[in-house]
C-alpha cells in the first residue's frame, strides 16, 4: 500500500495567517527560525513572496504532496527472518514518527485490497484501490 502522512501544522496555523501574512498579497516578512537568547541581535528580514509559502489552500487546490512523504514498506518473508525477528510483524523499511504532533495517514492501494497497520500504536485500515482511507493519530509516547 501507499502511505501518505503529513503533520496537522497547516491546520493549526492556518487562522493565524492573516496575522504574519498581507491580505492583499503583497511581500511578507520571514523571520529568522532560530532567534538565540542574545537580545543584542538584530532581526534580519527577508522579502519572500507569499506564494512560496505551503499553505493548506495549495494542497485542496490540487499541489502535490511532496515525494518525501510517500512511504512504502512491506513485510519481511518467513524465510528472510533473522534471529530476534518477529514474524508477521517484521518490516523491510520501519517507519519513524514524530511524537507530540497530530498526525494523519491517507492510505491508498493501486492494485488489489491491502491491509496497513501499526500495531504498536494500534491502527489498522485497508488499502483500497480508488479510495483513499483517512487515519488521525496522536503519538504522546516516545
Do not use: C
Request: charged share 25%; net charge neutral; hydrophobic share 40%.
Amino acid at each position: 500500500p501507499q502511505l501518505l502522512w503529513q503533520s496537522n501544522i497547516f491546520t493549526m496555523l492556518a487562522p493565524l495567517k492573516s496575522l504574519f501574512w498581507p491580505a492583499d498579497g503583497r511581500n511578507a516578512p520571514v523571520l529568522p527560525s532560530s532567534l538565540g537568547a542574545d537580545s543584542q541581535r538584530k532581526v534580519k528580514l527577508q522579502d519572500v513572496k507569499a506564494e512560496d509559502y505551503a499553505t493548506p489552500e495549495k494542497y485542496l487546490e490540487g499541489a502535490e504532496i511532496p515525494t518525501f512523504y510517500q512511504f512504502q514498506s512491506n513485510m519481511v518473508a518467513d524465510e528472510d527472518l533473522k534471529a530476534g525477528m518477529v514474524s508477521g510483524l517484521e518490516v523491510d523499511k520501519r517507519l519513524t514518527l514524530p511524537t507530540r504532533t497530530h498526525i494523519r495517514f491517507l492510505v491508498t492501494g493501486q492494485d488489489v485490497l491491502h491491509s496497513f497497520s501499526i500495531p504498536s500504536l494500534g491502527l489498522k485500515t485497508d488499502a483500497t484501490p480508488g479510495r483513499i482511507n483517512r487515519i488521525n493519530t496522536f503519538i504522546q509516547r516516545e
